[in-house]
Nanobody, 124 residues
């Protein structure tokens, strides 16, 4: 059974940092991504990584503040989030897929497996 389990969410003040983790089990993947969804809004792409080439992709809104990384031995991907803003309050979801997705890395439709989400709340 394939599972993605996120952790690391919580409450942080504006300007603070959090590190999210996503542990995969049941199979290995080559592409991982983080998406987020705030109440009443659509799910949006945050960051993605293709492990074999360490190719990373970020949403413009998080470029320079967030860093996606992975440990392929532990089958775990991380999202380091710095300088957090109140508008980034959302449920953050980990997603995984096999193979190179190219420009489709930023589309939620490209990912077959999803975690249950972890809540990030940034207080003003």
């Amino acid at each position: 059974q394939v599972m993605l389990v996120e952790s690391g969410g919580g409450l942080v003040q504006t300007g603070g940092s959090l590190r999210l983790s996503c542990a995969a089990s049941g199979r290995t993947f080559t592409t991982y991504a983080w998406f987020r969804q705030a109440p009443g809004k659509e799910r949006e792409f945050v960051a993605a990584i293709y492990w074999p080439a360490n190719t990373q992709r970020y949403a413009d809104s998080v470029q320079g503040r967030f860093l996606i990384s992975g440990n392929n031995v532990k089958n775990t991907v991380y999202l380091q989030m710095n300088s957090l803003k109140p508008e980034e309050t959302a449920a953050y979801y980990c997603a995984a897929a096999g193979g190179w997705l190219g420009d489709s890395m930023e589309s939620s439709l490209s990912y077959q497996y999803w975690g249950q989400g972890t809540q990030v709340t940034v207080s003003s």
